[in-house]
């Protein structure tokens, strides 16, 4: 056996053994609805203060932020509390972990494909063989998909708080770290309706199984939630508005996350109601808002990168099978990998997560207007 075929046969035993304890590991969590990230592994002595410091200095950074420009202070208690400072730890440190664990023997069968298929040699390897290790990748990205979708299934008023904080860095801390290619209002409005989503999400998710009447305040309630969201930072970065109006909208808009974050942060065992904000939060937030832009069909935002990646491969076996690059095989497949990389930073690991979750880009009038019940339930009852 040569030293290559040998790299790839551990390759090969190191994902599938790799693979194996992932699935026994995760299966329960998964099929149970109890993936929270650090349930485990957090409480180890040892293992618990991992990136526990990192999400302490954060939130207490963001609190010298907002001191003095919000007045009750009471309102920025809940930012140094200790249960919105475990969620922050658990999605910032122990669901990214997870996240690479997950993907890791994939990628190493990515490298391991690479190293040792050269352009040379494309036309010396059976295509099954090739077509092999894709299929690790392709399982180990699937996996990672699956877990995004169990912890936010698991663990949504997690996602919720650290969403919430994500918004709040934006106007504070992390005002100046706008993506290049954007201006800060328009981040700034994406990550609202991002917290938006995530409130949907969340009213779906903790009111199942609940009965009717709590479930529709919960879902009133999330609506309007939304509503005075998506009002707040309209007027702020809208250009109508004055500096005076958009000081005040601003500060409102950060009273309302606090309020948030005050009970999605609640421990599970003290929750004994659907309330997801305060109603003082809700003043003065007319009853039409203006939806969020239109954004493509998650499917097809998931299927445009998924078919660049297919013909990617398919150009690469094409070139290296036929030989008719003969050496510039190699620079033409990375100048293709490079093209592809903004739709990889864009999409991130989102496959499974877009088809299954449709509830990110679900109008608030649905949510917020009861249906009528059927006729024979109506004869029923």
Same mark, same amino acid.
């Given at each position: 056996?040569?030293?290559?075929?040998?790299?790839?046969?551990?390759?090969?035993?190191?994902?599938?053994?790799?693979?194996?304890?992932?699935?026994?590991?995760?299966?329960?969590?998964?099929?149970?609805?109890?993936?929270?990230?650090?349930?485990?592994?957090?409480?180890?002595?040892?293992?618990?203060?991992?990136?526990?410091?990192?999400?302490?200095?954060?939130?207490?950074?963001?609190?010298?932020?907002?001191?003095?420009?919000?007045?009750?202070?009471?309102?920025?208690?809940?930012?140094?509390?200790?249960?919105?400072?475990?969620?922050?730890?658990?999605? =910032?440190?122990?669901?990214?972990? #997870? @996240?690479?664990?997950? &993907?890791?023997?994939?990628?190493? $069968?990515?490298?391991? %494909?690479?190293?040792?298929?050269?352009?040379?040699?494309?036309?010396?390897?059976?295509?099954?063989?090739?077509?092999?290790?894709?299929?690790?990748?392709?399982?180990?990205?699937?996996?990672?998909?699956?877990?995004?979708?169990?912890?936010?299934?698991?663990?949504?008023?997690?996602?919720?708080?650290?969403?919430?904080?994500?918004?709040?860095?934006?106007?504070?801390?992390?005002?100046?770290?706008?993506?290049?290619?954007?201006?800060?209002?328009?981040?700034?409005?994406?990550?609202?309706?991002?917290?938006?989503?995530?409130?949907?999400?969340?009213?779906?998710?903790?009111? =199942?199984?609940?009965?009717?009447? #709590? @479930?529709?305040?919960? &879902?009133?309630?999330?609506?309007? $939630?939304?509503?005075? %969201?998506?009002?707040?930072?309209?007027?702020?970065?809208?250009?109508?508005?004055?500096?005076?109006?958009?000081?005040?909208?601003?500060?409102?808009?950060?009273?309302?996350?606090?309020?948030?974050?005050?009970?999605?942060?609640?421990?599970?065992?003290?929750?004994?109601?659907?309330?997801?904000?305060?109603?003082?939060?809700?003043?003065?937030?007319?009853?039409?808002?203006?939806?969020?832009?239109?954004?493509?069909?998650?499917?097809?935002?998931?299927?445009?990168?998924?078919?660049?990646?297919?013909?990617?491969?398919?150009?690469?076996?094409?070139?290296?099978?036929?030989? =008719?690059?003969?050496?510039?095989?190699?620079?033409?497949?990375? &100048?293709?990998?490079?093209?592809?990389?903004?739709?990889?930073?864009?999409?991130?690991?989102?496959?499974?997560?877009?088809?299954?979750?449709?509830?990110?880009?679900?109008?608030?009038?649905?949510?917020?207007?009861?249906?009528?019940?059927?006729?024979?339930?109506?004869?029923?009852?």
């Amino acid at each position: 056996m040569s030293p290559r075929q040998a790299f790839l046969t551990f390759v090969f035993y190191f994902w599938f053994l790799a693979t194996s304890c992932q699935l026994v590991a995760y299966y329960v969590p998964w099929v149970s609805g109890t993936r929270e990230p650090g349930r485990l592994l957090g409480r180890v002595p040892l293992l618990k203060r991992l990136g526990r410091h990192t999400a302490e200095t954060r939130l207490g950074d963001l609190k010298g932020e907002l001191t003095g420009r919000l007045d009750p202070q009471e309102e920025l208690d809940v930012l140094v509390a200790k249960p919105l400072v475990d969620q922050v730890h658990a999605h =910032a440190t122990w669901a990214q972990l #997870s @996240r690479i664990f997950i &993907a890791a023997p994939g990628i190493l $069968a990515c490298v391991g %494909l690479a190293l040792v298929v050269t352009p040379s040699t494309w036309r010396t390897w059976p295509l099954w063989s090739i077509g092999t290790y894709l299929a690790f990748i392709l399982i180990s990205t699937l996996l990672t998909c699956i877990d995004i979708w169990a912890v936010r299934n698991a663990d949504p008023a997690g996602a919720v708080s650290d969403m919430a904080v994500r918004v709040l860095e934006s106007f504070t801390t992390h005002a100046d770290k706008a993506p290049s290619k954007s201006t800060t209002a328009a981040w700034q409005s994406q990550m609202v309706e991002r917290l938006c989503g995530v409130l949907l999400r969340r009213a779906h998710r903790e009111s =199942a199984g609940a009965v009717p009447g #709590s @479930r529709l305040a919960m &879902a009133q309630s999330t609506a309007s $939630a939304v509503r005075a %969201l998506r009002h707040r930072s309209s007027i702020v970065h809208g250009f109508s508005a004055t500096d005076e109006e958009r000081t005040v909208q601003e500060r409102e808009l950060w009273l309302l996350i606090c309020s948030i974050l005050r009970y999605s942060s609640r421990v599970r065992a003290d929750v004994t109601d659907f309330r997801v904000v305060d109603g003082e939060r809700l003043a003065d937030v007319p009853d039409t808002v203006p939806d969020a832009t239109a954004l493509p069909s998650p499917k097809a935002r998931v299927l445009v990168p998924l078919l660049f990646f297919c013909a990617l491969v398919a150009v690469a076996v094409g070139l290296g099978a036929t030989g =008719a690059a003969g050496e510039m095989t190699t620079p033409i497949v990375a &100048a293709l990998a490079l093209a592809a990389t903004p739709f990889a930073h864009r999409f991130g690991v989102t496959v499974i997560d877009s088809f299954v979750d449709p509830l990110t880009s679900l109008p608030v009038e649905e949510f917020d207007t009861p249906r009528p019940l059927p006729e024979s339930v109506r004869q029923a009852a």
